[in-house]
């Protein structure tokens, strides 16, 4: 199912050492044990760049691992990202991690970010608590 709004065709990608440079040098950057998330805004569409060291796993197949889960999970939601490039760090923690550990993290990253836009598990109305006075409960009038 490769279509042009579900592929990662070259033009997605990060790919030269001076876009990584200049990424790494002024971007926006946030993380979480799995990875670092630096983001550099610009008016090109999304693209994505990996850095997975043997740091993170001496084995080429768990670097391979996080590269794919990454790569496909930034497929998904490709279109709905702000524009912009996007470098993901992998941490050594994330040789350990599940698939869905791996893509929820960066999922995470790009909402911390602000890359994302708000889902509607973020934008619903918050709760309202009861105050002492007005509630009918015995639980909430002993405090």
Same mark, same amino acid.
């Given at each position: 199912?490769?279509?042009?709004?579900?592929? #990662?065709?070259?033009?997605? +990608?990060?790919?030269? /050492?001076?876009?990584?440079? $200049?990424?790494?040098? *002024?971007?926006?950057?946030?993380?979480?044990?799995l990875f670092a998330?630096?983001?550099?805004?610009?008016?090109?569409?999304?693209?994505? /760049?990996?850095?997975?060291? $043997?740091?993170?796993?001496?084995?080429?197949? *768990?670097?391979?691992r996080i590269k +794919?889960?990454?790569?496909?999970?930034? $497929?998904?939601? $490709?279109?709905?990202?702000?524009? /912009?490039?996007?470098?993901?760090?992998? +941490?050594?923690?994330?040789?350990?991690?599940?698939?869905?550990?791996?893509?929820?993290? #960066?999922?995470?990253?790009?909402?911390?970010? *602000?890359?994302?836009?708000?889902?509607?598990?973020?934008?619903?109305?918050?709760?309202?608590?009861?105050?002492?006075?007005?509630?009918t409960t015995p639980?909430?009038?002993? /405090?």
């Amino acid at each position: 199912m490769s279509t042009a709004t579900s592929a #990662f065709p070259r033009q997605a +990608r990060v790919r030269s /050492g001076s876009d990584y440079r $200049r990424v790494f040098e *002024g971007a926006r950057r946030c993380s979480d044990p799995l990875f670092a998330l630096h983001w550099l805004q610009s008016e090109t569409p999304a693209r994505l /760049g990996l850095a997975v060291s $043997r740091k993170v796993d001496k084995r080429a197949v *768990g670097r391979n691992r996080i590269k +794919r889960q990454l790569r496909e999970q930034f $497929r998904c939601v $490709r279109m709905q990202l702000a524009a /912009g490039d996007y470098v993901i760090v992998a +941490r050594s923690a994330a040789a350990s991690a599940s698939a869905a550990e791996l893509r929820a993290s #960066f999922q995470r990253l790009l909402s911390r970010a *602000g890359a994302l836009p708000a889902s509607s598990a973020e934008v619903t109305m918050p709760r309202i608590l009861n105050s002492p006075s007005t509630s009918t409960t015995p639980e909430a009038n002993a /405090g």
